[in-house]
Nanobody, 127 residues
Framework: QLHLVESGGGLAQAGGSLRLSCAASGRALSSYDMGWFRQAPGKEREFVAAITWSGDTTYYADSVKGRFTISRDNTKQAVYLQMNSLKPEDTAVYSC????????????????????WGQGTQVTVSS
C-alpha cells in the first residue's frame, strides 16, 4: 500500500509562490506515475499536472501551464508542485495521486486513472 502525504499549502498573495510537497511511503515511488489535482469549494476535482515515473515527461492543465512546475525526486520518495504567479482562482485543496499505469487508456487528466490519493493541503490565494 502506498501512502501519500501532502504539505506546503497555506496562504499566499496573488502573484506569489508556494511549493507543495507530496511524501510517499510504503512502496517505491519510482513504480508510479504521479499527478496533482485540486478541488475548490462547490466545484469538481480538476487535473493540475502529471509526471511520468522517471520524470522525463510532464503534463499540465492549460490553466496552470507556464506558472506551475511538477517535479519529482524518487530517491527522496517525493513529488513537488512549484506554483508561481498565483491567482485567487488557484484557491483549492491540492492532492497528489499515484497511478499504477494499469489502465493506460484512461487520460492522465482523469482522476479515475489514479489509485492512491493523499488527504490534500489547502492553498488560499488572496487578491
Amino acid at each position: 500500500q502506498l501512502h501519500l502525504v501532502e504539505s506546503g499549502g497555506g496562504l499566499a498573495q496573488a502573484g506569489g509562490s508556494l511549493r507543495l510537497s507530496c511524501a510517499a511511503s510504503g512502496r517505491a515511488l519510482s513504480s508510479y506515475d504521479m499527478g496533482w489535482f485540486r478541488q475548490a469549494p462547490g466545484k469538481e476535482r480538476e487535473f493540475v499536472a502529471a509526471i511520468t515515473w522517471s520524470g522525463d515527461t510532464t503534463y499540465y492543465a492549460d490553466s496552470v501551464k507556464g506558472r506551475f512546475t511538477i517535479s519529482r525526486d524518487n530517491t527522496k520518495q517525493a513529488v513537488y508542485l512549484q506554483m508561481n504567479s498565483l491567482k485567487p482562482e488557484d484557491t483549492a485543496v491540492y492532492s497528489c495521486a499515484a497511478d499504477t499505469r494499469t489502465i493506460p487508456s484512461i487520460p492522465r487528466s482523469s482522476s479515475s486513472r489514479y489509485d492512491y490519493w493523499g488527504q490534500g493541503t489547502q492553498v488560499t490565494v488572496s487578491s
